[in-house]
């Protein structure tokens, strides 16, 4: 089985930063993708950025320029980076990882609220 945990979520002043932490475990092949997706109460989950095991990364186009997602040495670690926080980036943020082990696994941590004060 594979888990998830996220810590760093809370509550900052527009114009701040906070750092998401994101450590998978488990029977995860070495060639993933692991990602941050967010959710605002009434609104679907979004892409927030994406980030490969050769380190390729992709941004939903919200947080360009302002959050930098990163691997970290510990195997299946991964970090956000939110600068320059805005009132509509309040939402849980999700990590997620997916990988192919004789099928496509996909898998969800139970999310950090992240709160945004204007």
């Known amino acids: 089985q594979v888990q998830l945990v996220e810590s760093g979520g809370g509550l900052v002043q527009a114009g701040g930063s906070l750092r998401l932490s994101c450590e998978a475990s488990?029977?995860?092949?070495?060639?993933?993708?692991m990602g941050w997706y967010r959710q605002a109460p009434g609104d679907q989950r979004e892409l927030v950025a994406t980030?490969?095991?050769?380190?390729?990364?992709n941004y939903g186009d919200p947080v360009k320029g302002r959050f930098t997602i990163s691997r970290g040495d510990a195997k299946n670690t991964m970090y956000l980076q939110m600068n320059s926080l805005k009132p509509e980036d309040t939402a849980v943020y999700y990590c997620?990882?997916?990988?192919?082990?004789?099928?496509?696994?996909?898998?969800w941590g139970r999310g950090t609220q992240v709160t945004v004060s204007s």
């Open positions: 488990g029977s995860i092949s070495d060639r993933n993708t």
């Open positions: 980030i490969s095991s050769s380190g390729v990364t």
């Open positions: 997620n990882i997916k990988f192919h082990l004789l099928r496509w696994r996909d898998y």
